[in-house]
């Protein structure tokens, strides 16, 4: 791969992949020839300044810039003394979410490329790759290949939170794989007292790319506020595709270029489960919405699209998805106990025509009482989602009050 130069094209999905480039499946003789090997420690420097020069932010959902994660623990090592653990996390808990899973199958040799390069740079003695697709042939052959015997492998359960940080952190240390009180940093004190680094597959993937390239190659297809590519899995019509697509691409581009007809959807849920819904169809998908006032513009969190098609009832696929949610949670705070089930009764009743004209005020209620009261944000996500759908979907809801549904295909029972 050369280095491309500024595009002028609209921001859509790439022309060009970055992160599949050697190729479905592909093998270390492919991915190879595609990248060519690993830079060499003499370089490590250098590295680690286009990290920061790159602004990479995390790909798995979070969103926090990964320099500065790996400057905490870097800071924390100098401080400790103690020798730092690095973690891949692939643990896609997110029904919707394909792409790290494509990632371990596809391009592992990527992402193993990226846990050896941060492991070496930050001086961890450790690495772990957790992920459901442990087990996978593809990543096993991965690191025969590489006769790589230093990453331990870790198989995460299939749950929902079991991809947030702490729950990563529990299941590693031979608890649950649910989220914990988090009372420290990880970088501080992570696995076992250890200096912790715990990053998203995709953005270890990033990460061996830049080192290869520089920053400024990869800040060559984005944004400024937004640079780089990501992967995004898109939902439409019980079918998805993973696909990599430009920091802060608009979405119709992107749904032009997949061949899929933006005017067959009349909403879109963005971020997945924890994400929020919009009926514009253009909307702009960034990884800080922040850096963007005044415009229209939406999180991609951990990338995952889901267009509903018109017929189905928006109320009735969010009432599902809370209902999912609430069952989802670890238990142990006061709003996942008593807040989210009755948030899910709720939306269940407004889902299912009960024509109770205090649902509204209820729900928006019972929100803002379990929003910041976790040890988590899962309760503040799942009332976020809950809360937009009112907002967004205003006729549906003043119709489901009044005892009718706007989209007459579905079963409001
Ligand atoms: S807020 Fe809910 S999901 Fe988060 S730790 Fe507490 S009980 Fe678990």
Known sequence: MTTTSIPTAPLGTLDEPRLLTAGPQARL???????????????????LAEWKLSNLAGRGGGAFPTSQKIAAVLRSVARTGRAPVVIGNG???????????MMLTHAP???LDGLALTARIIGANESYLVAEAVDHPLLKQALAERGDTQVELHASEDHFLAGQATAVLSSLEGGASLPQNPRWHLSDLGLGGAPTL????ETLAHLALIARYSAMWFRTVGTNKDPGSRLLTVHDQGQYQVV???GGCTLDLVLDQLGINPHSAQAVLVGGFHGTWSRNLSTRLVTDIN???????????AGVIELLPHGNCPLVRTAEIVNYLAKSSAGQCGPCVHGLPTLAR?????????????LPERIARLSSLVTGRGACHHPDATARLALSSLQIFDDELTAHLNGTCLHTSEMHS
């Open 109 to 111: 040799h990527l992402v």
């Open 198 to 201: 715990l990053l998203n597959v």
């Open 91 to 101: 643990s896609e808990g997110e029904p919707l979410s394909h792409k790290d899973r």
């Open 291 to 301: 850096k963007y006032p005044g415009t229209e513009t939406m999180a991609a969190g």
């Open 29 to 47: 003789a492919e991915h190879l020839s595609a990248f060519g090997p690993l830079p060499k420690a003499t370089k490590d420097r250098w590295i």
């Open 346 to 358: 709720d939306m269940h009743a407004l889902a299912t025509l009960s024509e109770d004209f205090e």
């Open 244 to 246: 990599e697509v430009h």
